[in-house]
């Protein structure tokens, strides 16, 4: 369990935070609106009024406690690029920021920032994924051209060998792992058959991974 910070609780913060609070980790929400802090107080583990513009209020909140600061503040890029200054200078180590344009990304990666968000990008580009390959029910960039999928094994495939389903894209992708249920199968042979509900990682390039995908449906 770690505790976080998020600074900005309109719907990408709210929902950041809420899911961190779900996997078990407390967070503090900072917002300047008090109709909006009196909202959250009792979803959060702490819920605060605060200018994220004010350096030394943000001094009053021990974020040397975060994990990491979230600012997620899109719309007024000059609250966003103050509050991330702030934190610079109050020493965060981990701040990832929610950028709104390219100018906003080019100032806050110039400021050292160590992760910046482009959640209308990334979702669409996740939407896109989802509707291009429906069996992909998440996928991983690794960088190199190279991805990490998710696939469910569906009904149809039950008692198919492995080997059958990834064919003769088998040289170049790589089967990562099998989970069935709470069971993990990491070293899977060409024999390996597979279930209805079987989740596999595949790992390979989309060109590859594409070729693959008329089998898994
Ligand atoms: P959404 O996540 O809903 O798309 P958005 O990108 O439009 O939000 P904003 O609405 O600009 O972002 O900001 C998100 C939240 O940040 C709002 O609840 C707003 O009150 C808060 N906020 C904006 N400026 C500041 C500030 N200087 N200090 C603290 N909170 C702020």
Redesign the pocket.
Known sequence: MAHFTV???????VAASLELVHLGHTVTG????SK?IERYVEELTQAVI????DESALRELALDKSEAVLI?????MQ?SLL?TLALKNLGVKEIWV?A?TRAHHTIVSKLGVQRIIHPEEEMGARVAQALNYPMVNNYLSIGHGLYVVEVHIRKSLNNSPLEQVVADARGSVQVVLVKREQEVFNQVGHDFVLQANDIVLLCGTRAELKYLAPRLL
Request: proline share 0%; aromatic share 4%.
């Open positions: 600074i900005g609780l309109g719907r990408f913060g900072v917002d300047h609106n909006i605060c200018d994220a513009t997620a503040i899109g719309e007024d609250a509050c929610k709104s």
